[in-house]
């Protein structure tokens, strides 16, 4: 295995741990408007509240590890989606903040407002985030210096569209088991009574698209047909699919929380091997897509980068359990939440 | 390349960044308040340090919260706005924002969530970790992030050679990349400016409260230790690291200098202009001079020569008035600075600080000047750079993305400032809050030892004594 499929693979790691951690504080944000109460409503933003800026770093880390690793593939996507990713940005913004300006004033207005912002920004950078998976796994026009030449509009094509329902619901699934894990009485109740709408409309969605991605993404699956074994991958991802709804079954939470969490990273793995080689792959002219080497930075950087993903990987880990670790447990309100 | 395309991007740029620098230099310089401030409770279990700290622990981290919300635009502005400059440099620039994240950002926010909500759930001792830990994250972000900045100010350790798409830098020597020739320089100088805006800070509530005879053991306390830590930082400020970044411009990027300076006759000495403004057309510098005097700071010589913009190509010239004069602000408010910690640290020796009304309340508008500071000096170095995004190597219009339209700049641009401004406004509401809520009472269960009022008696100041 060379350095270019080492950093392939360290940067979907980066991007999958980025979709599960902040993806279940994006699901508990997308759900926060079915809590009634403000008490709920605080164990809700609170549950997530030591963790949010944590999981938000591995998106910051990811951008950086994939400037330094592909630099074309960097510049390429984030100026070709110019306005996709300005629209992004604003909604990470504005859902981060209203985290921290939420509990800053006790108006009922204040905090609905903050309330609507917290959920709106989750659920549409969720969508975003979807919709841009999408496009990568169909493809996008790029030209021969490696510009994406389509316009915002011909982003949101069904299928993109699809996939980005399909994120959307996995990710209200995850936010709604992790609630339901971190809350006890009344509110843990009122959440629980919603998950089985949302398993039954993941399963939908995700069913949906794998019979489009049959149907009209048939590139993505040469790959499945040249090695069967695979196959294992989606095998395993249908597996935790159906072991949602069994683990919530038998109450057992995190369980079902991993079951998620594994869902998550096997569609993201999903798309990464029926890519690759490619990064960012050009449809309809394959010549001109950015793969893992002509988008490559130098041997010395990957090399560099390499070492220092070494050195940081077990620090980072570390704090990130000990932090895990101590917020553990059902959330409880004391005089230093939100 | 169009025009409007390149002004509009390079607008964005410093707009986000002008906006987002206000926050970042409160969080490093309260970082450092904080771990004093805890400590200093860890060792005389005085609790007016435990309410100082829990009280500035949380204007910290709606400081944090919101410099890294505002934060991750910039890390990808390098990718939507400039796509050129980012394939050319990606090589050797990407690995220093990747370091930023892996060293940085993860220690920062892990500890944070300790720092904030974990008083209850771990031994004060972890707790004073996390503090360090935090301040100690906060400032490797500005090591990395001052790097990465430095490198486009004096590039090293890279070769121009044929990429797979294309001809772009390569790294040849990581080391010499970080330490280029104005890393360290640099670095002591934004993070000396943090440290002054984090003390002006606590300095400015605090002498709001001892004007309005609020809160007055906690305001006291905060006072003193933030007029110490003042005044040493300001006066190295100015004559360590302001004097050595001089030298390093002057060194590195004569045409910078030039501007800064208004210096045109190449081959004759620098005369420092205290104020004034750079007449283009007839190539002069008009203001009150000092002859010689920015000779004799570079190199302790007023009669050297000193390379002036007549013999910069105009079109290698930055833009010369925007240059000047914030570098004049930018030192205009260093000299400033230590006049003021100075005369506070004076009144406080002869244990008239708190009686002084009309200083007092020069402090509590005080915390906008190292703010202007921090910013004139940014745009020094920046637009001091121009026309090159990496000195000598790349010009800024070469960098752009070569697939923006103006309409999507117009678009980003509007959002992005009306974006910012309201969160400005909500951070501004936010915290007038917090300052007059004030800080919760402190732990009755353990005193309250009110600080002696004279510097001189802090000294030598022993709990046991009272």
New interface residues.
Partial sequence: MDLNTIWFILIIIILTGYAILDGFDFGVGIIHLLNKSDEDRRLSINSI???W??N??W???G???L???F??V???????F??A??IL??M??FR??A???RS??PLPKWRKFWDVCFSLGSLGASLIFGIALGNLARGVPLDS?????SGFADLLNPYSLLVGLTAVSLLTLHGAIYLVMKTEGETQKNISRHIKKMIFVFIFLYAVTTISTFIYQPHLLDVFKKNFWLGIIPLASLLLVLNIPREIHFGREFLAFLSSSGTIALLIGLVAVGIFPNIVQSFPDPQNSLNI??????K??LT??LI??CI??P??IS??S??YW??RGKVKL????Y | MDEAVIFLSRLQFALTNIFHYFYPPFSIGLGVFLVITEGLYLKTKNSVWLQITRFWTKVFALTFTIGVATGIPMEFQFGTNWAAYSRYVGDVFGSALAAEGIFAFFLESGFLAILVFGSGKVSRKFHYFSTIMVCLGAHFSAVWIVVANSWMQTPAGFEIVMGPNGMRAEITDFWSMVFNPSSVIRLMHVITGCWLAGSFFVMSVSAWYILKKKHLPFAESSMKVALIFALVVSLSQVFISGDLSGKSVHKYQPSKFAAMEGHWKSGSPADMVLFGYIDKEKGETIGPKIPGLTSWLIDRDAELPVKGLDSIPVNERPPLQITFQSYHLMISIGVLLILLSASGCFLWWRGKLFDSKYLLWIFVFSVLLPVFANTAGWITAEVGRQPWIVYGLMRTAEGVSPTLSQSQLYFSNILFFLLYLSLFAVFVYVLDRKIKHGPDPADESEPIVKLPVKLREILNFRKDKI
């Fill in positions: 509240g030591p963790l800026d944590g938000e770093v998106l910051v880390v951008g950086g590890a400037f330094a690793a630099p074309e960097y510049a390429t996507v984030f100026s070709g110019y306005n990713f300005i940005l604003v990470l913004l981060g903040v985290i921290e300006f800053k004033s210096n490696k510009n994406i030449t080497y002509n988008s490559a930075s130098t010395s950087t560099t980068m220092i993903a940081g990987a620090l980072v704090y990130t000990v932090v101590i917020f004391d005089e230093n939440s």
